[in-house]
């Protein structure tokens, strides 16, 4: 004790010492330097929501307040060349702008939370701008002062309203998810129905209760026959759940749950939300309702009904995997070729299934796939690359085992017929009212051309629940998978996506395939078991980008001519069974293609080498202009196109008359030029000039017009030629010569020649100027 006592005796002495003047000084004390001050004036802090959409600007708006910031010394001097930072929270209900400099906005229509202001000129300017939340905003300003290195501030609160009460003007529901499944199906039978509580202004209604205190604002009802589905929700006075039960918004939002049972009705099922508008309370009744209904989609989560797809229908999908020896392959650049290609591709095809009620079918669904590819019509025959057992009159016994056509070849086409194990396809898709028989059996037996037997059993067909059976107008192929394979089976995600694999060669690129896809459903009238099938026909494709050419370029034109086309895809694999379509674009003229006009398609597809040839017939096309031609003919195929130049070149120019005899009097001539093709086809469109010149007689000479003219559409062109002093008069007397010169592009010139005549017997052909 006596330690401290002598401690606390020194540290008195010191703190004494420490507070005297030395040397006699005047006693005064000391005082610590002072901090500056900031202040803030705002033109305003209460703004409106925005609801109108203003963005920030310097010349102010509505929702804009605009604030000035000024820091001062202690001694009251403006604090210059200094830093600031401006801050405001939560951005929900006010962000800040700024003046467009260099250093603190660089984007006038900017929004922050928080900014720099740097080099204060003592004065700054901010503004607070609404946003589409009421609320109370605190806006801070802060800065080290230079002089006692510490943080000065101030601060400010802004609020925004709405400028209406915050009674419930509207309420939204969103279901999460929007479609639920029977308990009995093993899927989810809940959803979440979530409510949104607005008001007038479009603000989230204030919250009614805290914890178990206060009111329920908000009623959850099913609307209609629902079976034994229920609500459930917390209340006021704790969990309810039933047909219908109130809720109270937390924030503006309030959750209820749906809950399907074995015996709800499938389809939609119909919830509704009420609030009041009176006052905001659904506990005392509702005074003056607003209401909002949504839907569940309940459904047992059987598979109903099957859709196939591939990247093969959008081509810039990158679809096909070029397989590699080594297993290194490229399916997302399509024109990188992996260094070790083992000459395979493989093309994903997916398919999509659903329940009765359009949900996804319970994750996991099984789904078998297969495919067909022969027996098909050779390469040049009139068959080439079809099926050769198929046609449009199939009928499936419905419930049974039974498939007849009447002009079906079983036991003939294909060189073999139909053999047991090969894959019956029959697509009921395709004629209206049929769904139910689109099948994918497999043959057991050949009674005949025209029946045979298969397993398993077809399903019924339904009409307004009956069973019928509409006869023999069904399209249907039989076959078996000779030149690739596929995935055999594989099952659903939560999406009810399905993908498999098909694998093919190189060299069967363009060869005519039919897929199908296959799962077990339910039946819907006797809830027996029903096969759900997807089947649909296409051609082994090759890699994207596809290429195309044709030849000759150019072809020739007012004659008959032919093009032929070649597909090939980014591989060179040549694609062949393409159809080739195309369309003319003419100066003038007509043009066909295998008989069709304007535009069609050749009636040839691509054959093995991935070419077509087309005949190619045209009239009245004009002559092919000096700088190329005018006129052509658009071809495509696989998404590509390319197109050739139709030509007509002006073999011969023929003139009428070819001679003229000038009289005395001299002599004014119409020339006729016509262009002529090789083959003598007159040509439209040919541009003809003419020279004239002339000598002898008095000062011969012929003045041409027009020096240039285009033929039209008989392939001839006029020109006047006015002859004058040929003839010197004398005895004897003097005559002169002269001539006219026809000339086109790439043509033999066409001479028209001038003679004078003393006397008007001598003129030919004859002249009216001379009397005769």
């Keep these: 004790m006596k330690v401290f006592g002598k401690t606390l005796g020194l540290l008195l002495v010191s703190l004494a010492l420490t507070s005297c003047g030395g040397g006699g000084g005047n006693g005064g004390s000391y005082s610590p330097p002072q901090s500056g001050s900031i202040t803030l004036s705002a033109t305003t802090t209460n703004l409106p929501v925005n609801v109108w959409g203003y963005v920030p600007t310097q010349y102010g708006n509505p929702t804009q307040a605009e604030v000035t910031i000024t820091w001062r010394n202690a001694d009251g001097t403006l604090v210059t060349g200094k830093d600031i930072a401006v801050s405001i929270a939560p951005t929900n209900v006010a962000a800040l702008s700024c003046l467009v400099d260099g250093d603190a906005c660089r984007d006038g229509n900017a929004l922050f939370g928080s900014i720099p202001i740097k080099g204060i000129n003592g004065q700054a300017t901010i503004f607070v701008n609404a946003t589409d939340t009421a609320g109370t905003a605190n806006f801070t300003v802060s800065a080290v002062d230079p002089t006692t290195s510490r943080t000065v501030s101030a601060s400010l609160q802004f609020k925004v309203t709405s400028g209406v009460g915050p009674l419930p003007a509207t309420v939204t529901l969103a279901p999460t998810p929007s479609a639920v499944y029977l308990p009995s199906s093993g899927g989810s039978s809940n959803s979440a129905i979530s409510a949104t509580v607005k008001d007038g202004s479009g603000q989230l209604v204030p919250d009614p209760a805290s914890g178990n205190n206060g009111f329920d604002n908000i009623q959850f009802d099913l609307v209609g026959e ?46 509704r939300a009420t609030v009041d508008r009176a006052d905001n309370n659904v506990t005392n009744g509702v005074q003056d309702p607003v209401t909002f209904t949504t839907s569940v989609v309940v459904s047992d989560g059987k598979l109903y009904s099957l859709e196939l797809t591939s990247p093969v229908f959008a081509p810039n999908l990158p679809g096909i995997t070029i397989n590699s020896v080594s297993g290194n392959v490229s399916a997302d650049d399509q024109s990188q070729i992996p260094p070790d290609p083992d000459a395979t591709l493989t093309l994903t095809i997916t398919a999509l299934a659903k329940d009765r009620q359009g949900n996804p079918p319970i994750p996991g669904t099984a789904i078998r796939f297969g495919l067909v590819d022969e027996p098909v019509g050779a390469p040049g025959s009139a068959d080439d690359n079809r099926f050769l057992l198929s046609g449009l009159d199939g009928n499936p016994k419905e419930g049974g085992n039974l498939f007849t056509a009447p002009t079906g070849q079983f036991s003939t086409a294909g060189v073999n017929g139909a053999n047991a194990g090969d894959a019956l396809l029959v697509f009921g898709r395709a004629v209206e009212g049929n769904a139910d028989l689109e099948s994918a059996v497999t043959v057991t037996s050949v009674n005949g051309a025209t029946s045979l037997n298969v397993t398993p059993t077809f399903n019924y067909n339904y009409r307004n ?76 494709p090759g890699v994207a980008p596809a290429t195309i050419s044709a030849s000759p370029d150019p072809i020739i034109g007012d004659t008959t001519d032919q093009v032929t086309v070649c597909v090939a895809d980014a591989l060179g694999i040549p694609l062949r069974g393409l159809q080739v379509s195309f369309q003319f674009d003419l100066a003038a003229g007509t043009g066909s293609v295998d008989g069709q006009s304007g535009s069609g398609t050749f009636t040839n597809l691509t054959d093995l080498n991935g070419c077509s040839t087309g005949t190619v017939v045209t009239t009245g096309v004009p002559a092919t202009p000096a700088d190329g031609p005018n006129s052509k003919l658009n071809l495509g195929a696989a998404g590509q196109t390319t197109s050739v130049g139709i030509v007509v070149d002006v073999a011969t120019l023929q003139v009428a008359p070819n001679s003229v005899s000038v009289p005395t009097a001299g002599r004014t001539t119409v020339i006729t030029v016509t262009a002529r093709t090789a083959d003598g086809t007159a040509v439209p469109g040919a541009v003809i000039t003419g020279t004239c010149s002339a000598s002898g007689g008095d ?19 006029a020109f006047t030629a006015a002859a004058t002093k040929f003839v010197k008069p004398g005895d004897p007397p003097v005559t002169g010569t002269g001539q006219c010169v026809f000339s086109a592009e790439g043509t033999n010139n066409a001479t028209v020649q001038f003679n004078g005549v003393s006397t008007c017997e001598d003129v030919s052909p004859p002249d009216p100027a001379c009397g005769t």
């Design 465 to 540: 629940d009956a069973p019928i059976d509409t006869g023999s107008i069904l399209p249907y192929l039989i076959g078996r998978a000779m030149h690739g394979n596929i995935t055999t089976s594989a099952t659903t995600d939560e999406r009810g996506i399905v993908h498999a694999k098909l694998n093919y060669t190189v060299n069967t690129v363009g060869n005519v395939l039919a897929i199908w896809a296959q799962g077990d459903g339910i039946d819907r009238v006797n809830d027996g078991p029903r096969r759900v099938t997807a089947a649909g026909t296409l051609v082994y």
């Design 226 to 271: 629902t079976g034994d589905a229920i609500l459930s929700s917390n209340s006021v006075s704790g969990p309810s759940s039933g047909k219908s039960v109130t809720s109270h918004t937390v924030h503006g939002v309030a959750t209820a749950s749906f809950q399907a049972g074995n015996a709800t009705p499938q389809g939609p099922v119909q919830v």
């Design 699 to 717: 000062g011969a000479a012929i003045a041409l017009s027009p020096g240039t003219a285009t033929t039209g559409g008989a392939g001839t062109a």
